[in-house]
């Protein structure tokens, strides 16, 4: 069938599935944009590339599926570089499209010319600048199976104007075959024998789920081997909901930031099985005293990481639902000894909602907000303080309903990650819980949410202040407070009605309850703002560790 680039770009999306795309058009990209008119996928007109990359990996996250973003050339480009990182460092399946100057003219700076598959090398699974047109169906049948498979990640696929205006025979392939690209999802039986020996022969296991496990899917395989052999489970930032933080045997969040009884059981396991995840410096502190009684088992697709942060005894590369279903199928089975008793005990330990005097408490605001929310809420958060009171507080009951830009750390990312949450699961109640710092890193993105009339449920937890940067300031430097007061900020509830938003402001603690009664039962988008306490803090934590070295994991 003969047709140009263009349509050969929007004909290759459709036959991927994709029913929506993040974008902002411009010279270099007006033909696809013709072209996508002209069919049935919707597209969102954000108010910043970068949020287009945040918007699909939104998407990306709650459904499940490959997120799909596009810019033109040059700044449009360039300004999407900061998501795709993002979405690097979190691995979330995303395509992104960039338009490029003609291709006779790369190469010679012309205008609006970046070079955007160098540009983000660093951070994307694989990028094409496509030379011929008839590369085209190829080219995007191998992005999306990239991107999607193995260690999800960004594939970004750089289109010159003039190849977007060839014209092509187009014949989409059925089949992708990648030399060199053969990602393993079964572990070695060797290796899941020795997990099982491994496990017969503890004391005190440990499971400990990241993002891995989200993107697996793998919930169900890790409760059953949970309760089988009676250990209970402990999760990164980014692995909060692949295990009902309601079970019985979920401890919570470990980490600098996170729970006693996490961290407890981190010292005392004599085994400790890490499931899909990379055990970066927020989940370990100092690697050298992580675990130090403990043998570790790591299962992880991505074979770079295991031993990359943390030594394993038992090194196992493999998809984790594909290699626990295989382990499952074993005769394996433990005596609990009293290591279970022990970790409830430790889930006693008061941890504690602080005294906050100058403002609302956020920490009772989040865990408030946790007994009030439909089980199958999505809870976006932006980056900061709220972020770890979320990940300690909010009890996330189901996978991917926890979403937050853990490993790049990205302020404005909760707001378009918000949209492409509710855009990908309508059905579902959309909770963006985000500081007034972050808010206004992507604030025109509130003309998106009307734009598209997704009801997305923000709440500011607003303490005029960047929050950690100002703890830092306060733990390190002696309290000497520079460039962290948000002076100058809008009034939010004004702000949310120039915006066409239902807005309201709470400020007295007996009005937490109905701020977030008000803010659930809205139909529509809606800003509530929590004045909360600026001297309020996420360390010390009750039970842990405040010393220096503790709090320079902050920064």
């Given at each position: 069938?003969?047709?140009?680039?263009?349509?050969?770009?929007?004909?290759?999306?459709?036959l991927?599935?994709?029913?929506?795309?993040?974008?902002?058009?411009?010279?270099?990209?007006?033909?696809?944009?013709?072209?996508?008119?002209?069919?049935?996928?919707?597209?969102?007109?954000?108010?910043?590339?970068?949020?287009?990359?945040?918007?699909?990996?939104?998407?990306a996250?709650?459904t499940?599926?490959?997120?799909?973003?596009i810019?033109t050339?040059?700044?449009?480009?360039?300004?999407?570089?900061?998501g795709?990182?993002?979405?690097?460092?979190d691995?979330?399946?995303?395509?992104?499209?960039?338009?490029?100057?003609p291709?006779?003219?790369?190469?010679?700076?012309?205008?609006q010319?970046?070079?955007i598959?160098?540009?983000?090398?660093?951070?994307t699974?694989?990028?094409y600048?496509?030379?011929?047109?008839g590369?085209?169906?190829?080219?995007?049948?191998?992005?999306?199976?990239?991107?999607?498979?193995?260690?999800?990640?960004?594939?970004?696929?750089?289109?010159?104007?003039?190849?977007?205006?060839?014209?092509?025979?187009?014949?989409?392939?059925?089949?992708?075959?990648?030399?060199?690209?053969?990602?393993?999802?079964?572990?070695?039986?060797?290796?899941?024998k020795?997990?099982?020996?491994?496990?017969e022969?503890?004391c005190r296991?440990?499971?400990?789920?990241?993002?891995?496990?989200?993107?697996?899917?793998?919930?169900?395989?890790?409760?059953?081997?949970?309760?089988?052999?009676k250990?209970?489970?402990?999760?990164?930032?980014?692995?909060?909901?692949?295990?009902?933080?309601?079970?019985?045997?979920?401890?919570g969040?470990?980490?600098?930031?996170?729970?006693?009884?996490?961290n407890?059981a981190?010292?005392?396991?004599?085994?400790l099985?890490?499931?899909?995840?990379?055990?970066?410096?927020?989940?370990?502190g100092?690697?050298?005293?992580?675990?130090?009684?403990?043998?570790?088992?790591?299962?992880?697709?991505?074979p770079?990481?295991i031993?990359?942060?943390?030594?394993?005894?038992i090194p196992?590369?493999?998809?984790?639902?594909?290699?626990?279903?295989?382990?499952?199928?074993?005769?394996?089975?433990?005596?609990?000894?009293?290591w279970?008793?022990?970790?409830?005990?430790?889930k006693?330990?008061y941890?504690?909602?602080?005294?906050?005097?100058?403002?609302?408490?956020?920490?009772?605001?989040?865990?408030?907000?946790s007994?009030m929310?439909?089980?199958?809420?999505?809870?976006?958060?932006?980056?900061?303080?709220h972020?770890?009171?979320?990940?300690?507080?909010?009890?996330?009951?189901?996978?991917?309903?926890?979403?937050?830009?853990?490993?790049?750390?990205?302020m404005?990312?909760g707001?378009?990650?918000a949209?492409?949450?509710?855009?990908?699961c309508?059905?579902?109640?959309?909770v963006?819980?985000?500081?007034?710092?972050?808010?206004?890193?992507?604030?025109?993105?509130?003309a998106?949410?009307v734009?598209?009339?997704?009801?997305?449920?923000?709440?500011?937890?607003?303490?005029?202040?960047?929050?950690?940067?100002?703890?830092?300031?306060?733990?390190?430097?002696?309290?000497r407070?520079?460039?962290?007061?948000?002076?100058?900020?809008?009034?939010?509830?004004?702000?949310?009605?120039?915006?066409?938003?239902?807005?309201f402001?709470?400020?007295?603690?007996?009005?937490i309850?109905?701020?977030?009664?008000?803010?659930?039962?809205?139909?529509?988008?809606?800003?509530?703002?929590?004045?909360?306490?600026?001297?309020?803090?996420?360390?010390?934590?009750?039970?842990?560790?405040?010393?220096?070295?503790?709090?320079?994991?902050?920064?």
């Amino acid at each position: 069938m003969k047709m140009t680039g263009a349509e050969a770009v929007v004909r290759a999306l459709e036959l991927e599935g994709v029913d929506t795309i993040f974008g902002y058009p411009g010279g270099a990209v007006t033909h696809i944009y013709d072209a996508l008119g002209r069919s049935s996928i919707h597209h969102v007109l954000v108010r910043n590339e970068q949020a287009a990359a945040h918007g699909a990996n939104g998407y990306a996250r709650a459904t499940g599926k490959v997120g799909v973003c596009i810019s033109t050339s040059g700044p449009g480009a360039t300004n999407m570089i900061t998501g795709i990182a993002t979405a690097y460092m979190d691995s979330i399946p995303i395509v992104a499209i960039t338009g490029q100057v003609p291709l006779s003219m790369v190469g010679r700076d012309v205008f609006q010319e970046a070079d955007i598959t160098g540009a983000t090398e660093p951070f994307t699974k694989y990028s094409y600048l496509v030379r011929n047109p008839g590369d085209l169906p190829r080219i995007f049948k191998e992005a999306f199976h990239i991107a999607s498979t193995g260690r999800p990640g960004p594939v970004l696929i750089d289109i010159p104007k003039d190849i977007a205006m060839a014209t092509l025979d187009f014949k989409y392939p059925t089949e992708v075959n990648l030399r060199g690209y053969r990602p393993t999802y079964m572990g070695h039986p060797g290796q899941i024998k020795r997990m099982i020996r491994a496990i017969e022969e503890s004391c005190r296991p440990l499971i400990c789920v990241g993002g891995g496990a989200v993107s697996s899917d793998a919930t169900e395989e890790i409760m059953e081997l949970a309760e089988r052999i009676k250990a209970p489970v402990a999760s990164t930032l980014m692995g909060i909901g692949a295990f009902p933080g309601d079970h019985h045997l979920s401890l919570g969040f470990l980490g600098q930031h996170g729970v006693y009884a996490a961290n407890r059981a981190v010292e005392e396991a004599d085994l400790l099985i890490l499931l899909g995840a990379r055990m970066g410096d927020r989940a370990t502190g100092k690697a050298e005293e992580f675990a130090q009684k403990a043998k570790v088992i790591h299962v992880d697709i991505d074979p770079a990481e295991i031993g990359k942060n943390i030594g394993p005894n038992i090194p196992i590369v493999g998809d984790i639902k594909t290699t626990l279903r295989e382990l499952l199928q074993k005769d394996i089975e433990r005596n609990d000894w009293g290591w279970l008793s022990r970790a409830r005990e430790w889930k006693q330990v008061y941890e504690g909602l602080g005294d906050c005097h100058k403002g609302l408490n956020p920490m009772e605001i989040i865990k408030t907000l946790s007994d009030m929310v439909p089980e199958n809420t999505i809870l976006v958060t932006d980056v900061g303080q709220h972020q770890i009171w979320a990940g300690r507080y909010y009890k996330t009951r189901r996978p991917r309903a926890f979403l937050t830009s853990g490993g790049l750390g990205t302020m404005g990312y909760g707001l378009p990650a918000a949209l492409g949450a509710k855009l990908g699961c309508r059905d579902k109640e959309v909770v963006l819980l985000i500081g007034d710092g972050g808010l206004q890193m992507n604030l025109a993105e509130l003309a998106t949410l009307v734009q598209e009339g997704a009801p997305v449920k923000i709440m500011i937890l607003n303490n005029g202040y960047l929050g950690m940067v100002r703890e830092i300031q306060e733990k390190i430097h002696g309290g000497r407070y520079y460039q962290t007061r948000m002076e100058g900020n809008p009034d939010f509830v004004k702000l949310a009605d120039a915006y066409g938003i239902k807005g309201f402001r709470v400020e007295n603690q007996e009005k937490i309850e109905w701020g977030i009664k008000k803010l659930l039962s809205w139909n529509g988008p809606i800003i509530g703002e929590f004045v909360i306490d600026p001297t309020a803090n996420v360390i010390p934590i009750q039970g842990g560790k405040d010393d220096e070295a503790h709090i320079r994991g902050i920064g």
